[in-house]
T-cell receptor, first 114, second 117 residues
Framework: DVKVTQSSRYLVKRTGEKVFLECVQD?????MFWYRQDPGLGLRLIYF???????EKGDIPEGYSVSREKKERFSLILESASTNQTSMYLC?????????????FGDGTRLSIL | AQKVTQAQTEISVVEKEDVTLDCVYE???????LFWYKQPPSGELVFLIR??????QNEISGRYSWNFQKSTSSFNFTITASQVVDSAVYFC??????????????FGTGTQLKVEL
């Protein structure tokens, strides 16, 4: 089974801090994704990566950056956290085999910015 | 732009009732995939089913069934004889091919299903 592991289930940070959310997958997947989930808005794509050192903006990239130095690891960075970034963050991965592959998700990180 | 609409925000049913979750999508692509995911209270999204745009055959898996109708751009999900363990948020998603391979998903806003005793 594919395993996508997010480093923290719950995280509390302060406004202005630099925040790192880590995601690791163990199935050698090429594609990795970061979403945020908010009530009434569903999942919205922040950034994705289809290869090491490659990144693409999703629908809501403002205030975020990402890093993919190794194939198995995809990091989401909040450069200067703000209260409107309080949310549930979900990481996902999928192989590079066309549209039919389902994305596999981690358990999520519930981030609170105070 | 792609869009997925789940008009039902929250549905409450009594155990053993049948329930249908609606999903309507918009896309200009001729080839695409649709997915349903379940998110229990624990938070992890669990993949349930996928359907490609050329296959309109309905599918049944145990108590779950899916009705894909391309003519109305709908991909509805029915749970027969619902159980308390079915309580979760259900998401419908539409794929978009990535030039680098794999897919990008557009999600609906989800339907919270509550099954009570």
């Amino acid at each position: 089974d594919v395993k996508v592991t997010q480093s923290s289930r719950y995280l509390v940070k302060r406004t202005g801090e630099k925040v790192f959310l880590e995601c690791v997958q163990d199935m050698d997947h090429e594609n990795m994704f970061w979403y945020r989930q908010d009530p009434g808005l569903g999942l919205r794509l922040i950034y994705f990566s289809y290869d090491v050192k490659m990144k693409e903006k999703g629908d809501i990239p403002e205030g975020y950056s990402v890093s993919r130095e190794k194939k198995e690891r995809f990091s989401l960075i909040l450069e200067s956290a703000s209260t409107n970034q309080t949310s549930m963050y979900l990481c996902a991965s999928t192989p590079k085999q066309g549209m039919r592959q389902p994305q596999h998700f981690g358990d999520g990180t519930r981030l609170s910015i105070l | 732009a792609q869009k997925v609409t789940q008009a039902q925000t929250e549905i409450s049913v009594v155990e053993k009732e049948d329930v249908t979750l609606d999903c309507v999508y918009e896309t200009r692509d001729t080839t695409y995939y649709l997915f349903w995911y379940k998110q229990p209270p624990s938070g992890e999204l669990v993949f349930l089913i996928r359907r490609n745009s050329f296959d309109e055959q309905n599918e049944i898996s145990g108590r779950y069934s899916w009705n894909f109708q391309k003519s109305t751009s709908s991909f509805n999900f029915t749970i027969t004889a619902s159980q308390v363990v079915d309580s979760a948020v259900y998401f419908c998603a539409l794929s978009e091919y990535l030039t680098g391979g794999g897919n990008k998903l557009t999600f609906g806003t989800g339907t919270q299903l509550k099954v009570e005793l």
